[in-house]
T-cell receptor, first 114, second 116 residues
Framework: GNSVTQMEGPVTLSEEAFLTINCTYTATGYPSLFWYVQYPGEGLQLLLKATKADDKGSNKGFEATYRKETTSFHLEKGSVQVSDSAVYFCALSLFYNQGGKLIFGQGTELSVKP | GAGVSQSPSNKVTEKGKDVELRCDPISGHTALYWYRQSLGQGLEFLIYFQGNSAPDKSGLPSDRFSAERTGGSVSTLTIQRTQQEDSAVYLC??????????????FGEGSRLTVL
C-alpha cells in the first residue's frame, strides 16, 4: 500500500539551529511529494512540493529533495526561528493532477526556543 | 469566501448522539476532501468528492460515517451514534482540478468534536 513515515517528535531546537525532519514513503506508483505545515491555531497549509525525482522544493528557507532511490523527502532548514514552531506533515499523492488524495505522515511537532 | 470555512469550530456531544459537520469550500474548487486528525494518529483520509463523480469513500471508518456534497459546493459530514473514539478534529480541504493546477489542497481550520 501507500504510506508515509516521519520521524517522531517533538523536536526541540534553539533558534538558528539546523533542522532536519526525516520522511520516507512507500508508493505503488510514482507519487508527488509535499510538506504541509500547521501553525498553532491555524489550518494546514502547503509549505513546499516536488513532483518528480531529484526535484527540490523550497519555500521560506525550507528545502526538500525528492530522492527516488531512497524513497525519501527530508525537510531541512539551515537556521530555524521561533516563528517556525509548528507541526510539519509529509505527504504523498498519486495522480495529483487528477485530484488524488493526499496520504499524510503522522506529523512532527517542532518547538524552537529563543 | 476567501478560504475553506468549517462549522461548528467546536462541538461537544454525548455518546450515542448524531452530529453534523459542515464545510464550505473555496468558490470554484471542484474537489473536496474530509480528513480526521486524532491525537497520535496523524491525518486520516475519510472521503473525497470530485465534480459529479462517485465519491471515494474508502477512508470512512464505519457505516456510522457518511458525507454528502450538495450542488457541487457545500459538504456535510454526518456521524451517527457517536462514540468516544470519534473525538478528533475533522478537517475539510478543497482544491481545483484542471490544467496547470498545483496539486495544493486548501484546508479549513477544522471542527473539533468531543464525545463525552
Amino acid at each position: 500500500g501507500n504510506s508515509v513515515t516521519q520521524m517522531e517528535g517533538p523536536v526541540t531546537l534553539s533558534e538558528e539551529a539546523f533542522l532536519t525532519i526525516n520522511c520516507t514513503y512507500t508508493a505503488t506508483g510514482y507519487p508527488s511529494l509535499f510538506w504541509y505545515v500547521q501553525y498553532p491555531g491555524e489550518g494546514l497549509q502547503l509549505l513546499l512540493k516536488a513532483t518528480k525525482a531529484d526535484d527540490k522544493g523550497s519555500n521560506k528557507g525550507f528545502e526538500a529533495t525528492y530522492r527516488k532511490e531512497t524513497t525519501s523527502f527530508h525537510l531541512e532548514k539551515g537556521s530555524v526561528q521561533v516563528s517556525d514552531s509548528a507541526v510539519y506533515f509529509c505527504a504523498l499523492s498519486l495522480f495529483y493532477n487528477q485530484g488524488g488524495k493526499l496520504i499524510f505522515g503522522q506529523g512532527t511537532e517542532l518547538s524552537v526556543k529563543p | 469566501g476567501a478560504g475553506v470555512s468549517q462549522s461548528p469550530s467546536n462541538k461537544v456531544t454525548e455518546k450515542g448522539k448524531d452530529v453534523e459537520l459542515r464545510c464550505d469550500p473555496i468558490s470554484g474548487h471542484t474537489a473536496l476532501y474530509w480528513y480526521r486528525q486524532s491525537l497520535g494518529q496523524g491525518l486520516e483520509f475519510l472521503i473525497y468528492f470530485q465534480g459529479n463523480s462517485a465519491p471515494d469513500k474508502s477512508g470512512l471508518p464505519s457505516d456510522r460515517f457518511s458525507a454528502e456534497r450538495t450542488g457541487g459546493s457545500v459538504s456535510t459530514l454526518t456521524i451517527q451514534r457517536t462514540q468516544q473514539e470519534d473525538s478528533a478534529v475533522y478537517l475539510c480541504a478543497s482544491s481545483f482540478i484542471g490544467t496547470g493546477i498545483t496539486g495544493e489542497l486548501f484546508f479549513g481550520e477544522g471542527s473539533r468534536l468531543t464525545v463525552l
